[in-house]
């Protein structure tokens, strides 16, 4: 147990709706990133989030956002959601910017039909 | 940009025996670190060993080691004693800055599907 939760933990959504995920870190984590891993592929970084701002990005438009909060749980939003979009969404906290001490969540799979 | 590859999409090994799976990174920096990871069925990616580029031992945690060649640009994991619960996904992954100010992201490979036989 890396005590790094995340809900829900399957989801099925239609093209063009809007999603949220959720993420709630290890105490103490002030850092959070998250990935999108497809189907038989390693994951991919999303962003960054670091003492509620956000602190790096990867390849990914804009109808993907993320918020963190005070207590440094996190969200992501994905807008006008597409088929591509199918995939495990894994969080990951640590509590610096740093990788050593980076604890992952059980992901959210997400299903757009 | 760093590139992780992991040319064996599944491997299979017998109980109790021993399994390298392989990877190999491409990167332009002196400075870099590799990671493997465990993925179960769960989803859930789970730590098993790091290898900084400067370090100069192989990296060993438990039944797992890194069979690290710099010159070759590989760091191949390598699990002994394979147990029935090792069954599962293995990324190899290298941190890369994100930023300037020493945030990092891992980019991971494509992973290696590992079975164990009883």
């Known amino acids: 147990e890396t005590g790094v939760t995340q809900s829900p933990t399957h989801l099925i959504k239609t093209r063009g709706q809007q999603v949220t995920l959720r993420c709630s870190s290890q105490?103490?984590?002030?850092?959070v990133s998250w990935y999108q891993q497809a189907l038989g592929q390693g994951p991919q970084f999303i962003f960054q989030?670091?003492?509620?701002?956000?602190?790096g990005r990867g390849n990914f438009p804009p109808r993907f956002s993320g918020l963190q909060f005070p207590n440094y749980s996190s969200e992501l939003n994905v807008n006008a959601l597409e088929l591509d979009d199918s995939a495990l969404y894994l969080c990951?906290?640590?509590?610096?910017?740093?990788?050593?001490?980076?604890?992952f969540g059980p992901g959210t799979r997400l299903t757009v039909t | 940009a760093q590139k992780i590859t992991q040319t064996q999409p599944g491997m299979f090994v017998q109980e109790k025996e021993a399994v390298t799976l392989d990877c190999t990174y491409d990167?332009?920096?002196?400075?870099?670190?590799l990671f493997w990871y465990k993925q179960p069925s769960s989803g859930e990616m789970i730590f098993l060993i790091y290898q900084g580029s400067y370090d100069e031992q192989n990296a060993t945690e438990g039944r797992y080691s890194l069979n690290f060649q710099k010159a070759r640009k590989s760091a191949n994991l390598v699990i002994s004693a394979s147990q029935l619960g090792d069954s599962a996904m293995y990324f190899c992954?290298?941190?890369?800055?994100?930023?300037?100010?020493?945030?990092?992201?891992?980019?991971f490979g494509k992973g290696t599907k590992l079975t164990v036989n009883p």
């Open positions: 992954a290298m941190r890369e800055a994100i930023s300037q100010g020493g945030s990092e992201k891992l980019v």
């Open positions: 105490s103490g984590h002030n850092t």
């Open positions: 990951a906290s640590s509590l610096s910017e740093g990788l050593l001490e980076q604890y």
């Open positions: 989030y670091y003492r509620e701002e956000e602190n």
């Open positions: 990167t332009s920096d002196q400075s870099y670190g």
